[in-house]
């Protein structure tokens, strides 16, 4: 397939991604808050980490569409590699976030308001990742794509990571509350391996 084509296609492919991962962000957020889960939050900001990384390959798919020229007579491909490490930076940025509010809820007794909405909330957007991961892995191996594969790598891990959540939340609603942060620490090490994952893999390339 042509740069330009498989640019294109990349692109759609990305678009599409970054409205499940926003829709998905959101809803995390919203019941996070309104919750007050720590570990719902963390999550929310996972996910919405992943529509910030999308944003950034859909940008670099941009570049990486022109054909080769006088300066890059191989094309502009190296900008979706870029992009993919791009992914790792974000993921260092979200870790931090994570850790900082899981440490600061340790430190007090806050108890949060889990409902059978929260449950519902979760295994919903566990649905949509798992839907994300198969549909990028898939078009990811079909074009050859650094950057998808290394987005449903990142996926991947919010799957875990929402399993731990409602480990949380069912925690929270017997009376554990400290499973709340202690989740929230999870979802930090989930994050972290990831992005060691997708550091390594792009700094080979």
């Known amino acids: ?29 919203a019941f996070g808050y309104a919750t007050g889960a720590i570990s719902i939050i963390s999550d929310g900001f996972h996910s919405l980490t992943d ?29 979706e590699t870029l992009a993919a490490a791009g992914i790792f930076v974000f993921l260092l940025l979200v870790v931090m976030e994570v850790l900082q509010g899981a440490i600061g809820r340790l430190r007090t007794s806050h108890v949060p308001d889990v409902t059978a909405a929260s449950f519902v909330v979760m295994l919903v957007t566990i649905g949509i990742n798992i839907v994300v991961v198969r549909y990028e892995s898939r078009e990811g191996t079909r074009l050859g794509s650094e950057v998808l594969l290394a987005d449903a790598l990142q996926t991947r891990g919010d799957i875990w990571t929402s399993a731990t959540v409602l480990v949380a939340l069912a925690g929270a609603r017997w009376g554990l509350t400290i499973l709340d942060p202690v989740a929230a620490l999870v979802v930090a090490a989930f994050i972290g391996y990831a992005g060691f994952q997708i550091a390594r893999t792009t700094t080979r390339i």
Do not use: C, E, F, Q
Request: positive net charge; hydrophobic residues 55%.
């Open 51 to 79: 529509g910030a990384s999308n944003v950034m390959a859909i940008v670099a798919m941009r570049a990486a569409r022109k054909p080769p020229d006088d300066d890059h007579p191989y094309g502009h491909r190296k900008y």
């Open 1 to 29: 397939m042509a740069a330009p084509a498989r640019a294109s296609v990349l692109t759609r492919v990305l678009v599409r991604v970054l409205a499940l991962n926003l829709a998905v962000a959101i809803a995390k957020l």
